[in-house]
Nanobody
Framework: QVQLVESGGGLVQAGDSLRLSCVASGRTFSRFDMGWFRRRPGKEREFVAAISWGGGRTYYADSVKGRFTISRDNAKNTVYLQIDSLKPEDTAVYYC????????????????WGQGTQVTVSS
């Protein structure tokens, strides 16, 4: 059973940085792509970033390029999302996700989700 547990969220001020973590368990972490999504207040869940199983390829939503960095440590079964220069509009619940196939890093189809971690950015 795949389990994903996010952490690292909190209340921060605009301009701060934050690193979110997601620990995976239940299968061989290093074999599968990982992604981050977010759900902002009153909006649908949206894609943020993805990273290939080996960590060599990444993919970002246009809205976060330059401020968000996804990375992974396969030895720790952990994927990270570094967020710099936080803005109030980054306020959201952030979710990590993984999937059963690695056919396309650009695919938005994911099979397993964490519970999410809340990030609140004050102005």
């Amino acid at each position: 059973q795949v389990q994903l547990v996010e952490s690292g969220g909190g209340l921060v001020q605009a301009g701060d940085s934050l690193r979110l973590s997601c620990v995976a368990s239940g299968r061989t972490f290093s074999r599968f792509d990982m992604g981050w999504f977010r759900r902002r207040p009153g909006k649908e869940r949206e894609f943020v970033a993805a990273i290939s199983w080996g960590g060599g390829r990444t993919y970002y939503a246009d809205s976060v390029k330059g401020r968000f960095t996804i990375s992974r440590d396969n030895a720790k079964n952990t994927v990270y999302l570094q967020i710099d220069s936080l803005k109030p509009e980054d306020t959201a619940v952030y979710y990590c996700a993984t999937r059963d196939d690695n056919k396309s890093l650009l695919s938005l189809r994911y099979d397993y989700w964490g519970q999410g971690t809340q990030v609140t950015v004050s102005s």
